[in-house]
């Protein structure tokens, strides 16, 4: 089955400074790879997802980048600020006729003021 | 916010007994999934659901079991052979293949 593992397991950047969380994955029929982030006592939400059709997406402060190749993907938050202190996830679907969603283990990011 | 709920938020359970989880959606999801969230392990999963009375089981399904009688729920049973069944359960759902999955507020579960 699909292995998504996901380095750092903790980041402490300061504010104003960029962040970038990378992961890889195993089956090279994943096709789908969302980011969550997770506020401490809350659920997970979606914030950016990427498809193997594309390279790389942006939203404002937020950039996904994926490698087919390498079967790796990265997020990229630029300028942190205080509230983007969270636990990140990546995750990967398995293939293109399964809801398979797997996840990496998770990067606890810490915004310095 | 609506969409996904789960109950209760707390459980509490001695060791021994069987206990369900329950997971309703009323986003029209065809997809539904539990996972299992523990400190520094991510979320594992442990079964999801393509459509209704149908289920596959995930990573780590040993000691849990799932029923999907209706498109709105998919609750899930943690059994008496869970060897270690402390931990915080999320449920999630997808409209379909490769979207975003909407995520429950989570139910936590102690067995003493």
């Known amino acids: 089955g699909e292995n998504v593992e996901q380095h750092p397991s903790t980041l402490s950047v300061q504010e104003g400074d960029s962040a970038v969380i990378k992961c890889t994955y195993s089956?090279?029929?994943?096709?789908?790879f969302p980011w969550y982030k997770q506020e401490l006592g809350k659920r997970p939400q979606l914030i950016i997802d990427i498809r193997s059709n594309v390279g790389e997406k942006k939203d404002q402060r937020i950039a996904v980048t994926l490698n087919k190749t390498a079967k790796h993907f990265s997020l990229h938050i630029t300028e942190t600020q205080p509230e983007d202190s969270a636990v990140y996830f990546c995750?990967?679907?398995?293939?293109?006729?399964?809801?398979?969603?797997?996840f990496g283990a998770g990067t606890t990011v810490t915004v310095r003021a | 916010d609506g969409g996904i709920t789960q109950s209760p938020k707390y459980l509490f359970r001695k060791e021994g007994q069987n206990v369900t989880l329950s997971c309703e959606q009323n986003?029209?999801?065809?997809?539904m999934y539990w996972y299992r969230q523990d400190p520094g392990q991510g979320l594992r999963l442990i079964y999801y659901s393509q459509i209704v009375n149908d289920f596959q089981k995930g990573d780590i399904a040993e000691g849990y079991s799932v029923s999907r009688e209706k498109k709105e729920s998919f609750p899930l049973t943690v059994t008496s052979a869970q060897k270690n069944p402390t931990a915080f359960y999320l449920c999630?759902?997808?409209?379909?293949?490769?979207?975003?999955?909407?995520f429950g507020q989570g139910t936590r579960l102690t067995v003493v």
């Open positions: 995750a990967a679907s398995i293939s293109s006729n399964d809801y398979k969603l797997s």
């Open positions: 986003l029209n999801h065809d997809a």
């Open positions: 999630a759902s997808s409209r379909q293949l490769s979207t975003e999955a909407f």
């Open positions: 089956d090279s029929a994943s096709n789908y």
